[in-house]
Nanobody, 126 residues
């Protein structure tokens, strides 16, 4: 049974940087993909970025490309999301989840994931 715990959120100003982390407990397989999602008040959970556990291949939503970087540390069972040049529209609760398979359009669907944590709040003020 895989479980995750997200941390590292906070309140920052526009243009600042922040890194959130996701520690995974339980068995992780080479076919696993780790994804970061976010959910703002009154909105649906949306895909942010994903990384394959084996190989470290990445995928991002268009609005964060060039600003966010997802990485994983297999020795620490941890996935990171480095967020730079933050904007007010990045404000949300950020969640981490686990899925399997190859990176594709299906990777962007929250229903494909399991092991969601409680999330970590990121607030960007102008």
């Amino acid at each position: 049974q895989v479980q995750v715990v997200e941390s590292g959120g906070g309140s920052v100003q526009t243009g600042d940087s922040l890194e959130v982390s996701c520690v995974i407990s339980g068995r992780i397989y080479p076919t696993n993909v780790m994804g970061w999602f976010r959910q703002a008040p009154g909105k649906e959970r949306e895909f942010v970025a994903a990384v394959t556990w084996s190989g470290g291949n990445t995928m991002y939503r268009d609005s964060v490309k060039g600003r966010f970087n997802i990485s994983r540390d297999s020795a620490k069972n941890t996935v990171y999301l480095q967020m730079n040049s933050l904007k007010p529209e990045d404000t949300a609760v950020y969640y981490c989840g686990v899925t399997t398979g190859r990176l594709s359009v299906a990777t962007m669907a929250p229903r494909a994931y399991y092991g969601w944590g409680q999330g970590t709040q990121v607030t960007v003020s102008s």
